[in-house]
């Protein structure tokens, strides 16, 4: 009885760590789009603060350390990727045209296919012929979910842990020119 109970233990240890870094995430994900909603396509210091308000939402238990990729990226009516999107690694650290700094890095530069600059955040329409809609901005995160107790070594597992994301997109905040 005592081993069952044990597992029963820490599954359920485990299960409120895990939920509590999937409640992270979505946090962090609403409040990093609504930072990129509101920056618009005017500010070249757009990423940098929807990359700033993602360190600061992740918090502890979570650790911020273990987020593997930032996605910044254009999203349908319904909050889906339509492919074009900004891709930043927590690898190094990398200065912003405000000056101050942020631990991740664009993957790719040439191929990054959402810069700021081809955000539409207009009234009036984006676009060579001006019909094209507001954008719809999305930011997701990859998070390596790691492990907090040996319930997994117990039931035979490796207890590597898992790869998690959370993901939330908004309607950019339109402005007049």
Partial sequence: MFPIFIVLFFAMIEFGFFFNAQLSLNFATRDASLIAAEA?????????????K??????????????????????TSTGASTG???????????????????????????????????????LVGCGT???????????????????????????GGSGSGQTMSGSNSMRMEPYTL
Avoid: W
């Fill in 40 to 52: 618009g396509s005017k500010d070249s210091n757009a990423d940098c603060a929807i990359l700033r």
């Fill in 129 to 155: 012929d001006q019909s094209e809609p507001l954008d719809t901005i999305g930011v997701r995160i990859d998070y390596q979910y790691q492990y907090i107790t040996p319930m997994f070594y117990l039931i």
């Fill in 84 to 122: 074009l999107e900004q891709v930043y690694l927590r690898t190094r650290t990398s200065t912003c045209p405000d000056g101050g700094t942020v631990p991740y890095d664009l993957v790719a530069p040439q191929l990054a296919t959402f810069p700021y600059s081809t955000r539409c955040a207009q």
């Fill in 54 to 75: 993602v360190e600061e939402d992740i918090s502890a238990p979570t650790d911020e350390t273990r987020i593997v990729r930032v996605h910044i990226f254009q999203a």
